[in-house]
């Protein structure tokens, strides 16, 4: 008797709940995709090769893409999302303080160096007193800036003012520059305006700045701000998690970021 036969026999016993039923959602639950979130472009793409590589372990991985920063989380911790691939950890650390989400990092993926571009300058020796100099609005990534453009020596913060400074802990500027806090994604489209601005690295690649080639500063290669894989804390430790790291983390994944990106998109891992 095959399994149809068996079916329709013990259905027609009333048995059909408990004997065949629950082999069959079995395995619609492992069928089931896993969601992962993640912004348009570098994110977005680099998923696209996790998802073929993770299909070879049997992992059924499905992305959704987001247009800003805020949303994804909300979405995780919601529970309409199984994971995200967007943020560095600073900005997971603080939204994690901030709206109390039960988030963990599970895994890093890519680091964006930081950049300072301009259209009117070569060099941040060649800022004028009272130049305009744009940095992200955002907390995170607006100390991130600040701290570049100390690295730089163009001005120097409170000793404490560590990841998340903002322009109030600045504590030398020699030139007196104007220090123009500006939406993340807007930067680039905002050079013309500026003297300098310091740009996320995703951001520049998807207006087409290359660091090595357009940026007049670059943030260190090895830093604090490389991106992470985030789930929810309850999830940490199930097998799909492991499965998802395993095929972010593994060589063709690697590849496709350095032949893909080239300097604007380091590996993290």
Same mark, same amino acid.
């Given at each position: 008797?095959?399994?149809? *036969?068996?079916? *329709?026999?013990?259905?027609?016993?009333?048995?059909?709940?408990?004997?065949?039923?629950?082999?069959?959602?079995a395995v619609f639950a492992q069928d089931?995709?896993?969601?992962?979130?993640?912004?348009? @472009?570098?994110?977005?793409?680099?998923? #696209?090769?996790?998802?073929?590589?993770?299909?070879?372990? @049997?992992?059924?991985?499905?992305?959704? #893409?987001?247009?800003?920063?805020?949303q994804p989380n909300a979405a995780l911790a919601a529970g309409d999302?199984?994971?995200?691939?967007?943020?560095?950890?600073?900005?997971?650390?603080?939204q994690i303080k901030d709206r109390g989400y039960k988030l963990v990092n599970v895994g890093y993926t890519i680091t964006f160096p930081m950049g300072v571009y301009s259209k009117?300058?070569?060099? =941040?020796?060649d800022l004028k007193t009272g130049a305009r100099v744009g940095v992200p609005n955002d907390p995170t990534n607006g100390g991130r800036a600040?701290? =570049?453009? *100390?690295?730089q020596g163009v001005l120097k913060l409170k000793a404490d003012a560590g =990841?998340?400074?903002t322009p109030l802990d600045i504590v030398d500027n020699p030139k007196k520059l104007k220090i123009v806090e500006i939406d993340a994604a807007q930067l680039p489209r905002s050079l013309d305006d500026l003297d300098a601005a310091a740009i996320n690295g995703n951001y520049a690649e998807s207006a087409g700045l290359d660091p090595t080639k357009d940026g007049i500063a670059i943030e260190a290669a090895k830093g604090p701000y490389a991106n992470v894989i985030a789930v929810r804390s309850a999830d940490k430790d199930k097998p799909w998690v492991a499965k998802l790291v395993k095929a972010y983390h593994s060589p063709e994944v690697k590849q496709y970021?350095?032949?893909?990106?080239?300097?604007?998109?380091?590996?993290?891992?």
């Open positions: 008797m095959n399994r149809r *036969q068996l079916v *329709q026999f013990f259905a027609g016993l009333g048995l059909f709940a408990s004997l065949g039923a629950a082999p069959v959602g089931k995709p896993v969601k992962i979130g993640a912004t348009g @472009g570098p994110h977005a793409q680099i998923l #696209e090769i996790v998802k073929k590589v993770a299909a070879k372990d @049997g992992l059924n991985i499905q992305i959704v #893409e987001f247009s800003d920063y805020i999302l199984d994971a995200n691939s967007y943020q560095h950890l600073p900005y997971l650390e603080a009117k300058i070569k060099s =941040l020796k600040l701290l =570049l453009l *100390q690295a =990841l998340k400074a970021v350095v032949t893909q990106f080239k300097s604007s998109v380091i590996p993290a891992w």
